[in-house]
């Protein structure tokens, strides 16, 4: 299985309308991959808030038409990475999208984690409340945002729902690129997954982005690691590596202690 992670560069010289077809060329040029990826609110920029409100687009808007036409043209499986969603109601969310190589959508997925504690993202937008998993011919995705990644309780949720491949669409600031990999290592060890994290390039909102995107086996190990500008970093995964490590070192079949209730779910009572 052939995968391209496209670490996009967001420009804030450059209008979201040129972004876009710039993302979709790129999309389009991975015609070889089975499955392309892009980063977190690429369309805008993780920390560009004063633009959530003006750029937020329906589920089915621009960045969508786009990306599901790119998805065909390139007859891959493509997590579009994720853009600002405004709902029938005004809520926005951070929504990540995936297509089918015949560009049908096949998911989206609602940020549950939002960053900025009491500021920007986790006050402008909605959480969303569902784990979503992808079904590829070869694998199955699970799929987190950027924040998600400190919590490690969500990955395990994807991977009892299924998931052997890990994918988290980030705009990670550099100032904390070491938690970046340290994290991403991580969750490929304790779910026995492969990660995918893919962030962003270039500064926006005077934040420098920490690119260095990263794909990780399911013993944890650095498959490949891209360098902090623009670029295009293409892996050849082995589903298998999934079940034979899951099977040679059975660590999850240990676990003793069971998940959080569901998001949502109200406290337990005592009898």
């Keep these: 299985m052939r995968a391209s992670l496209i670490q996009i560069a967001v420009d804030p010289d450059e209008s979201v309308a040129a972004r876009r077809a710039r993302a979709a060329a790129l999309v389009a040029a991975q015609s070889g991959s089975d499955l ?16 959530f409100e003006a750029e937020a687009e329906p589920l089915e808007g621009p960045t969508h038409q786009v990306m599901a036409k790119a998805a065909a043209e390139a007859g891959v499986w493509l997590h579009a990475g994720s853009f600002v969603e405004r709902t029938g109601d ?18 989206f997925y609602r940020k549950i984690h939002r960053f900025g504690f009491d500021q920007g993202e986790a006050v402008m937008m909605g959480a969303g409340e569902e784990l979503v998993t992808v079904a590829l011919p070869d694998t199955t ?4 945002t950027c924040y998600d990644l400190r919590f490690p309780e969500q990955f395990r949720g994807l991977v009892d729902a299924g ?44 934040v420098q982005q920490a690119g260095h995107s990263i ?8 498959l490949a690691e891209a360098g902090a500008d ?5 892996v050849r995964l082995d589903p298998e590596r999934v079940r034979t490590t899951r099977e040679q070192f059975p660590a999850l079949k240990d676990r003793r202690l069971g998940l959080a209730p569901p998001l949502g779910a109200p406290p337990a009572r005592r009898p």
Excluded: I, K
């Excluded at 951070?94 to 560009?103: A, D, I, M, Q, R």
């Excluded at 988290?168 to 490929?188: D, K, M």
């Excluded at 794909?215 to 650095?222: A, I, K, L, M």
């Design 141 to 144: 995705l699970g799929l987190a």
């Design 90 to 107: 005004g809520t926005l969310f951070n929504t990540s999208l995936v297509f089918s190589p015949e560009g049908g959508r096949a998911a």
């Design 215 to 222: 794909v990780v086996d399911p013993w944890g190990e650095v």
């Design 230 to 234: 623009e670029e295009v970093l293409t």
């Design 163 to 206: 998931a052997e491949t890990l994918v988290v669409a980030a705009g990670w600031p550099e100032r904390r690129r070491s938690h970046w990999t340290l994290l991403a290592q991580a969750r490929a060890v304790e779910n026995q997954a492969y990660v995918l994290a893919v962030g962003t390039a270039g500064t926006h909102a005077d």
């Design 36 to 51: 392309v990826v892009l980063p977190e609110l690429w369309p805008v920029g993780a920390f560009a808030y004063t633009a």
